[in-house]
T-cell receptor, first 115, second 111 residues
Framework: GAGVSQSPSNKVTEKGKDVELRCDPISGHTALYWYRQSLGQGLEFLIYFQGNSAPDKSGLPSDRFSAERTGGSVSTLTIQRTQQEDSAVYLC?????????????FGQGTRLTVV | QKEVEQDPGPLSVPEGAIVSLNCTYSNSAFQYFMWYRQYSRKGPELLMYTYSSGNKEDGRFTAQVDKSSKYISLFIRDSQPSDSATYLCAMSTTSGSRLTFGEGTQLTVNP
């Protein structure tokens, strides 16, 4: 596809269950971001991957959150033992490289609801 | 205190009005300044990009950066109902490992 693809678009899960969210970036984009968007909180940075460099995980809110990027392409964000406060829209973005004047393209997000 | 402050609104204006959206920030290392537009249930899309201080114009949109005041603005001229969206400011340092966003301002342009 031409854009950043995220799946699923919506996910309802029970408290305490694990969830996996997937992001397919634009082909050839080496930089990939995960953000979380909650009502009244704006976009909260979670994690950043750039090529083969060690990811910047400084935004992950707890050790229940982890992310991987396999083969420099697809990324998976995993939330273990979900809590109600994890309910939010999880957005993925990719960028062509580390050049900062290139646009970061966002996917449509995964709306996670923990009940 | 948040690194980037943005009034969440909501802001409601009549069609044709000039809209002014603003953000303030505290990190003097920010060098790259962006405005994103987000329609309901969609991901943000880049609207304007500015490096360091100055103005940039693109059609009905003008972005201004005043680094001395740590203040950025987005002006929308001749606003249209299709401009109704949430507008998010975003900033980055030269290391560029992340974009720091404001909370977003919800704008409604009434026909």
């Amino acid at each position: 596809g031409a854009g950043v693809s995220q799946s699923p678009s919506n996910k309802v899960t029970e408290k305490g269950k694990d969830v996996e969210l997937r992001c397919d970036p634009i082909s050839g984009h080496t930089a990939l971001y995960w953000y979380r968007q909650s009502l009244g909180q704006g976009l909260e940075f979670l994690i950043y991957f750039q090529g083969n460099s060690a990811p910047d995980k400084s935004g992950l809110p707890s050790d229940r959150f982890s992310a991987e990027r396999t083969g420099g392409s697809v990324s998976t964000l995993t939330i273990q033992r979900t809590q109600q406060e994890d309910s939010a829209v999880y957005l993925c973005a990719s960028r062509r490289g580390q050049v900062l004047n290139t646009e970061a393209f966002f996917g449509q997000g995964t709306r996670l609801t923990v009940v | 205190q948040k690194e980037v402050e943005q009034d969440p609104g909501p802001l409601s204006v009549p069609e044709g009005a000039i809209v002014s959206l603003n953000c303030t920030y505290s990190n003097s290392a920010f060098q790259y300044f962006m405005w994103y537009r987000q329609y309901s249930r969609k991901g943000p899309e880049l609207l304007m990009y500015t490096y360091s201080s100055g103005n940039k114009e693109d059609g009905r949109f003008t972005a201004q950066v005043d680094k001395s005041s740590k203040y950025i603005s987005l002006f929308i001229r001749d606003s249209q109902p299709s401009d109704s969206a949430t507008y998010l400011c975003a900033m980055s340092t030269t290391s560029g490992s992340r974009l720091t966003f404001g909370e977003g301002t919800q704008l409604t342009v009434n026909p």
